[in-house]
């Protein structure tokens, strides 16, 4: 499905970045770790800071997708600052939930992949995904990456214990 474009991230967008963020964890049961409490102490400041640092790191990509000015997914990469570990890139990503399913998750993984095979001295994306989330899991499997393994009782999120997949796509 169209109706949603996928650009870089730009200072200007903190604010929706804010917004976005605002909206994606009030929702029930979602998969990511981070609180509706802790996305609130975010600021434009701390937002554009974050912008500004993915801009400035060569292995580093922070990606949107908009529909409109409304972002409905975002998509962030950023490599170690060592020398050893520069070359690896972890992922992290979140779509709108009305629009999963829609091919927004599936777009901003295709344009980074492509930013990373373009991007020198990049040859690793890497992520975790909550064992129980079959929906990205099946996506990032999709697109060719490969478990490398389990983090067993990884994060405790609401009092439960959850487990985390490792991932990764060698370029």
């Known amino acids: 499905m169209v109706g949603f474009t996928v650009r870089e991230a730009q200072e200007a967008d903190a604010q929706a970045m804010l917004d976005y963020l605002d909206e994606l964890t009030l929702e029930p049961g979602l998969p990511i770790l981070l609180s509706h409490e802790?996305?609130?102490s975010f600021t434009v400041e701390s937002e554009q800071?974050?912008?500004r640092q993915h801009h400035t790191q060569s292995n580093a990509q922070l990606l949107l997708a908009l529909d409109g000015e409304r972002i409905v997914g975002m998509l962030g990469m950023m490599g170690g600052r060592r020398p050893e570990?520069?070359?690896?890139?972890?992922?992290?990503?979140?779509?709108?939930?009305?629009?999963?399913?829609?091919?927004?998750?599936?777009?901003?993984?295709?344009r980074a992949i492509e930013w990373a095979r373009g991007t020198e001295g990049v040859s690793r994306i890497e992520l975790e995904a909550f064992s129980d989330n079959a929906r990205a899991i099946h996506l990032y499997e999709q697109m060719g990456?490969?478990?490398?393994?389990?983090?067993?009782?990884?994060?405790?999120?609401?009092?439960?214990?959850?487990?985390c997949l490792i991932m990764a796509l060698l370029l």
């Open 38 to 40: 802790r996305a609130m």
């Open 49 to 51: 800071e974050l912008i």
């Open 85 to 110: 570990s520069a070359h690896s890139v972890t992922l992290g990503i979140s779509v709108a939930k009305d629009r999963r399913d829609r091919g927004v998750g599936r777009a901003l993984m295709t």
């Open 145 to 163: 990456f490969i478990a490398e393994g389990m983090r067993r009782r990884a994060f405790i999120k609401g009092g439960v214990e959850i487990d």
